[in-house]
């Protein structure tokens, strides 16, 4: 257990600096039971002492129980089931969400199993089925990779990172439980039917990468973390993570060629909902 534990957690830092953290030997880091972080004995090192945080002023609007510990720069989001709402490394879902009406989008997955990870929120799974169906006519076939990732998931793979590398280092590197897209039910990683390049830089610059950005926002989806924008978003490039934000938010953010921080700022500035 301690070996395999060590070993997926090695493999999965040494591909996944991403906000997709997708790691690769999935089953060995679920097998452990998942405590409250910050309080349980590490096991294949020295126990590591998490630094207390330093508590910034207090803010308007923060959650009121943040999830355990750390999340004093993290507010919570009071629209989680809209198409749009923003989750990001400061703006979490509420504790304990779960998104409506999760299915199977009818389309080709790099994996065989009816698994959580295959699971998207109805209308984004309808969307994706005619973007898939799109590129396959224009000869670029696409496989799904990676979509629904339950909080408790998130969870459970955030403090097994913990406890390895103490909280500061798992920030750099997975997201905080309830700051990961893939727990809206909105996010999906692809890519090419070759199953080739999933979720890694490769897939930047293939001819499916090139499909997805010029053709996303027509099925309602955007590139949700777009090349050089990382100091907005937060995350680097990662041309094959889609985010389903609804036909009309996706066509403005591709026309205005901005985040969806831009436009979610951008809507509360103006106050309208259009
Ligand atoms: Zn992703």
Redesign the pocket.
Known sequence: MKTSLSAAIMITVMISL?????PKNELAVKADPAPVIGTSPAKADPPKAIPPKVSPPPKVNKPPQPAAGGTDDIQAVADPESDTVLINKQHMLPEGYLPAELVYPNVKFTFNEKIEKRMLRKEAADALEDLFSAASKDGLPLAG??AYRSHERQKTLFEAYVRKDGEKKARTYSAYPGT???ETGL???VTGADGKCS?TDCFAGTPEAKWLAKHAHEYGFII??PEGKDSITGYKY?P???RYVGLKPAADIYDQDITLEEYVSAIEVSGKVH
């Not at 991403?18 to 997708?22: I, K, R, T």
């Open positions: 991403s906000a997709c953290s997708l990779v990676s990961s897209e893939h996010a999906i990683d979720a949700r973390y990662e094959w993570h889609l």
